[in-house]
Nanobody
Framework: QVQLVESGGGLVQPGGSLRLSCEAS??????MGWYRQAPGKQRDLVAN???????NYADSVKGRFFISRDAAKNTVYLQMNMLKPEDTAVYYC????????????WGQGTQVTVSS
């Protein structure tokens, strides 16, 4: 059974940093990444990383956020620096299985709040 376990959210001051972790199990994932959703808004891609190591970032986080992976642990990380109040959202880990058609799995979500 596929399982995604997230950790690392919390309250941080503007300009601070947080590191999110997502440990996945139960399948082979061609793409892993992070989405976020603020109240009243849609869920948007923040960053993802494919099997080859190629990364993609939303324009709003380029230069501030960095995604990485540990293949041995099947874990993806999101290092978030220079956080802004507009980064406040629930962050969801996403893992995508690419065989037998695309299929997305989601973590439970972790709250990130950027406020003084």
């Amino acid at each position: 059974q596929v399982q995604l376990v997230e950790s690392g959210g919390g309250l941080v001051q503007p300009g601070g940093s947080l590191r999110l972790s997502c440990e996945a199990s139960g399948s082979i994932f061609g793409v892993m990444g992070w989405y976020r959703q603020a109240p009243g808004k849609q869920r948007d891609l923040v960053a993802n990383i494919i099997s080859s190591g190629i990364t993609n970032y939303a324009d709003s986080v380029k230069g501030r956020f960095f995604i990485s992976r540990d293949a041995a642990k099947n874990t993806v990380y999101l290092q978030m620096n220079m956080l802004k109040p507009e980064d406040t959202a629930v962050y969801y880990c996403n893992a995508r299985v690419l065989f037998r058609g695309n299929y997305d799995y989601w973590g439970q979500g972790t709250q990130v709040t950027v406020s003084s």
